[in-house]
């Protein structure tokens, strides 16, 4: 469990001996929930930060039309819940499903603040954590702005590559007709647009990686 | 400047002489701007929080296109330079331009992290102030993925109406030309949209207010 909670960014650093140490003197949860099964519900959840041990989650919005829209997908290690966190909110802003079966530790604002309080660097991660997802989701919205299509997945790309460190080659959580959901445009033009990049030599993409050249 | 302060969620509550005794213990910088200056620039800004103590300030982004886009606006008693706090970005996300002439207090991330060590209470008040940022921010992602300009829109006063408290009365910080350009769509939609939403009775907009019937 340790090494799991260790990958993420607010644990990093923290030594498995200060971390033991810090969740004997806490209260947590282990909840699992089978593939399908709900997390959160925009009415229903808890003011708690969730570390996914195992398992995907789907951040999904359910349109007034009935479509299921891709939020977000937070796989093993990834840190959920941060919305409801010290605020008071009637509402979640999405709805998160097990997008298979999924074990998570839930560490309720109350003990996270203990947490804060014993370790002070552990807050200052925290509070960079969640610069880091301002700024992403910052960027984000930066790619919604682009009219045309090319830029908008250019925009994509480039995210991906900054918050995985500028790594020569990337991983894709999303399959392309679910990247296309994810940025909202048709499969065919997100297609179109991958086959552009790979042309002009910049990308090649390889099942779910994509290589700069 | 301690009434503006004050009226920001994140000093919200904590009493003038407390925020006297903090802002002697701590180093902080008063920075004029005229009017069309930039605040932060993609590669040029500060790791610091900025508190607006009179006029606007715009994130925008240069599209690759040359094209300007409003990526938000931020008024008096605001606070800019969240994602750029507590992480080590080369980048900032957008360019802050001073839409009039523009006072900014500035607290570096040191002397932010100072207060949070003398008052608790304001390090709890910010968590909360980022959590909702995040919240907002999702609901606007939530926004673009509405393919229909109407159901857009609609997300858009929706959330505009959860962030002033539910009131019957919103105050809109953009003209309709803005607007449209903040959400993506043509102006032209925008007056369709809002002329309907009129029709149906769901709202009267007055200049800069839009009145829920």
Known sequence: MYDIIKSNPIFDGVSEEQLKKIFKKIHYRIIKYSKGESVFTESNFKSSMGIILSG????????YSGKVIILNRMAKGEVLGISALFNNKSYYPSRLVAK????????????LIKIFEMDF???QRYLS???????FL??????????SIYERVLC???NERERQNNQDEIIIKYSKQELA????ISRASLYRVLNELAKEGLIKWEKNKIRYL
Do not use: P
């Open 56 to 63: 995907m989650v789907e951040a999904q919005k359910l349109h």
């Open 138 to 147: 910052n960027k984000r919205i930066e790619g919604f702005t682009y009219e």
């Open 121 to 123: 660097n552990i807050l």
């Open 100 to 111: 298979n079966n999924c074990k998570i530790l839930f560490i309720s604002q109350e003990e």
């Open 181 to 184: 959901e994810y940025l909202c």
């Open 129 to 135: 954590f969640i610069s880091d997802k301002i700024y």
């Open 156 to 158: 994509f790309l480039e």
